[in-house]
């Protein structure tokens, strides 16, 4: 029995990672072949944080413009998101300002919102790095977002880390765990 369910939406550009991250996050297995998701995919997993279980209804949305029509009412009900890009690719950053402008309606700060991280994937292509990390810290603070991290769903390098954060904060947030780490624009070591 759970004591709290949250819906985590991942979203971002197509082929930056999302699937990938959320596989090698339920499975432990990397499979770098995947297929382009088709408007949303939906996963679920059921965690242990802080005393209380927590189960994570995980919704993976299609990155193509094509489907972002479908958003709105997908996120309806959120309880936090992960906006993800790829690091070997500055224009998968490009669309920030979009897909947050589907999160935030009239005005209203992202932060006073769901907690959001800024997720750059495929950090073990270093050598092909287009994106300094300094940047994307920077416009996840410009963006109001809870926070920034890089992983790699390949090497497994902060996946754990990432889900466990975002579902600290989404406790926070609804209240139910007072935690004594302070979660505010966090960037983890990589």
């Given at each position: 029995?759970?004591?709290?369910?949250?819906?985590?939406?991942?979203?971002?550009?197509?082929?930056?990672?999302?699937t990938?991250?959320?596989?090698?996050?339920?499975?432990?297995?990397?499979?770098?072949?995947?297929?382009?998701?088709?408007?949303?995919?939906?996963?679920?997993?059921?965690?242990?944080?802080?005393?209380?279980?927590?189960?994570?209804?995980?919704?993976d949305?299609?990155?193509?413009?094509?489907?972002r029509f479908?958003?709105?009412?997908?996120?309806?009900?959120?309880?936090?998101?992960?906006?993800?890009?790829?690091?070997?690719?500055?224009?998968?950053?490009?669309?920030?300002?979009?897909?947050?402008?589907?999160?935030v309606?009239?005005?209203?700060?992202?932060?006073?919102?769901?907690?959001?991280?800024?997720?750059?994937?495929?950090?073990?292509?270093?050598?092909?790095?287009?994106?300094?990390?300094?940047?994307?810290?920077?416009?996840?603070?410009?963006?109001?977002?809870?926070?920034?991290?890089?992983?790699?769903?390949?090497?497994g390098?902060?996946?754990?880390?990432i889900?466990?954060?975002?579902?600290?904060?989404?406790i926070?947030?609804?209240?139910?765990?007072?935690?004594?780490?302070?979660?505010?624009?966090?960037?983890?070591?990589?």
């Open positions: 029995m759970q004591d709290a369910t949250f819906k985590l939406c991942i979203f971002g550009d197509g082929g930056v990672g999302k990938t991250l959320i596989n090698k996050y339920l499975t432990g297995i990397f499979i770098g072949d995947t297929h382009i998701t088709i408007g949303v995919d939906f996963h679920m997993k059921i965690v242990k944080l802080g005393g209380i279980t927590v189960k994570l209804q995980i919704w949305f299609a990155g193509e413009e094509r489907f479908f958003l709105p009412n997908y996120m309806r009900g959120a309880s936090g998101g992960i906006f993800m890009y790829d690091i070997t690719r500055q224009s998968s950053l490009y669309h920030l300002d979009d897909w947050l402008k589907i999160l309606k009239d005005n209203i700060k992202v932060q006073d919102t769901i907690p959001i991280l800024l997720v750059g994937g495929k950090a073990d292509l270093e050598d092909k790095r287009s994106v300094d990390s300094k940047y994307a810290f920077n416009l996840s603070k410009t963006n109001d977002l809870t926070g920034f991290i890089e992983c790699s769903a390949k090497t390098k902060n996946i754990e880390i889900f466990e954060l975002i579902a600290r904060l989404m926070k947030k609804a209240g139910f765990l007072e935690l004594s780490e302070n979660f505010d624009q966090i960037k983890i070591s990589y």
